[in-house]
């Protein structure tokens, strides 16, 4: 497999979130996790016309495992909508 520029821009995003995750933060990091949410959106539609679902999912997999408590919010959220 090549290093496509989308397969570089998902390696770079997953450091880039582990850092910022690292470092202090006053709101517990909720402005860093919506600036990454909005950029792994686009990152990753762009893996799947490069590199195909399969390493787009693993790289949504990885995005969710960083920053997992938007993830569960949205579970609450929709459990709560959906009544389950």
């Given at each position: 497999?090549?290093?496509?520029p989308a397969?570089?821009l998902a390696?770079?995003?997953?450091?880039?979130?582990?850092?910022?995750?690292?470092?202090?933060?006053?709101?517990?990091?909720?402005?860093?996790?919506?600036?990454?949410?909005?950029?792994?959106?686009?990152?990753?539609?762009?893996?799947?016309?490069?590199?195909?679902?399969?390493?787009?999912?693993?790289?949504?997999?990885?995005?969710?495992w960083i920053?997992?408590?938007?993830?569960?919010?949205?579970?609450?959220?929709?459990?709560?909508?959906?009544?389950?």
């Amino acid at each position: 497999m090549m290093f496509t520029p989308a397969f570089v821009l998902a390696c770079v995003w997953l450091v880039v979130a582990n850092v910022l995750a690292m470092l202090p933060s006053n709101d517990n990091h909720w402005r860093r996790a919506y600036v990454l949410i909005g950029m792994g959106v686009p990152i990753a539609i762009y893996l799947i016309f490069q590199n195909g679902f399969w390493l787009a999912l693993i790289f949504v997999l990885a995005g969710m495992w960083i920053l997992r408590w938007p993830v569960i919010y949205l579970a609450r959220w929709l459990r709560k909508v959906f009544g389950l």
